[in-house]
């Protein structure tokens, strides 16, 4: 199983980013799919997941600002991030959970910086 994330990088507060993250293996069929961060000295936190039929939990600092979305056909999931700010910076982890556990991404890094 290979979960691969793009689409980090740095953007001035107010900008937007969208994260992209595709899951593949034989055989694979994820149940939920979604994104962890964590910034320096901080514990890794959940910022959205999505379910196959759609259904999405947000973080309550993003809610408003970060959109989750996915392609069941693809193992594809995305978030898009508008209003970023100096908060979010951190490394934004891709997961896909499976009856054999959750397989993760390397990460990719969201810098929110003037």
């Known amino acids: 199983i290979h979960v691969v994330e793009s689409g980090g990088g740095l953007v001035q507060p107010g900008e937007s980013l969208r994260l992209s993250c595709t899951a593949s293996g034989s055989g694979f069929m994820p149940y939920d799919m979604g994104w962890y961060r964590q910034a320096p000295g901080n514990e890794r936190e959940l910022v959205a997941s999505?379910?196959?039929?759609?259904?999405?939990k947000d973080l309550e600092s993003v809610k408003g600002r970060f959109t989750i979305s996915r392609d069941n056909a693809k193992n594809t999931v995305w978030l898009q991030m508008s209003s970023l700010k100096p908060e979010d910076t951190a490394v934004y982890y891709c997961y896909a959970e499976t009856v054999e556990g959750n397989f993760w991404g390397r990460g990719t890094l969201v810098t929110v910086s003037s």
């Open positions: 999505i379910s196959t039929d759609g259904r999405t």
